[in-house]
Structures are given as C-alpha cells and as structure tokens.
C-alpha cells in the first residue's frame, strides 16, 4: 500500500491538473468520469487521466489520500478539488474556471 501511497503523491505534485478516474479520458468507464472529463475537456484543460481499474492498490489508496470515499477525483496543482458533484458545481457556477485561472493552469475562456 505504501507504494500506492507514494505513485499517488508523485501524480498529484507533479501534474498540474490529474484526474484519477475510472477508465480513461478517452473511454470513461463511469458517468461520473466522464461528465468530469467533459468538463475538462470543455475548458481545454490540459490533464492526465489515471485509471483507477487498473490497480486496486492505486483504487483504494486514492480514497485513503484525499479522505474522500468516492472516484472521480480531480487535483489542480497538488490540491485536491472534489468529485463529479463539487466540480459540476464550481464549474456551473463559474468557480472551477476561476480556480484553475488563479492556480496558473490555462483555460478556454470561450467555454
């Protein structure tokens, strides 16, 4: 588990945007993944997708690192941003595009 522990850490700090989901960005293996990808992806977002079916270790180790109990999570910048709910939320709202803006990541402001 530590190894899982130490490959999740090492994601989070060094991509600016991940998100660890289940399935891939190009295939989403859940509604929830997919609807954050879209969101992602609608605001030109430059990410990497970690799909959590592929290791156990990394499925329930993620749920360990964030004490949060559901996937997808998102990760801007080393700091963990929430769900599908919290994300559809803050970027319903305009928040998720303020936050990525004021963390230095690149978004599509035509979105």
Same mark, same amino acid.
């Given at each position: %588990?530590?190894?899982?522990?130490?490959? @999740?850490?090492?994601? *989070?700090?060094?991509?600016?945007?991940?998100?660890? %989901? #289940?399935?891939?960005?190009?295939?989403?293996?859940?509604?929830?993944?997919?609807? *954050? *990808?879209? @969101?992602?992806?609608?605001?030109?977002?430059?990410?990497?997708?970690?799909? *959590?079916?592929?290791?156990?270790?990394? +499925?329930?180790?993620?749920?360990? $690192?964030?004490?949060?109990?559901? @996937?997808?999570?998102? $990760?801007?910048?080393?700091?963990?941003?929430?769900?599908?709910? @919290?994300? +559809?939320? %803050?970027?319903?709202?305009?928040?998720?595009?303020?936050?990525?803006?004021? #963390?230095?990541?690149?978004?599509?402001?035509?979105?």
């Amino acid at each position: %588990m530590a190894n899982a522990q130490e490959f @999740i850490d090492n994601e *989070v700090k060094t991509n600016d945007v991940v998100l660890f %989901m #289940k399935g891939t960005p190009q295939f989403p293996m859940c509604g929830f993944s997919g609807q *954050v *990808v879209q @969101i992602l992806n609608h605001l030109g977002i430059a990410f990497k997708g970690i799909n *959590v079916l592929e290791d156990e270790g990394v +499925r329930n180790g993620i749920k360990e $690192y964030s004490n949060w109990p559901t @996937i997808p999570q998102l $990760y801007v910048k080393g700091e963990f941003v929430g769900g599908c709910d @919290i994300t +559809r939320e %803050m970027f319903q709202a305009g928040e998720l595009q303020q936050f990525l803006s004021e #963390k230095g990541v690149p978004v599509n402001q035509g979105a």
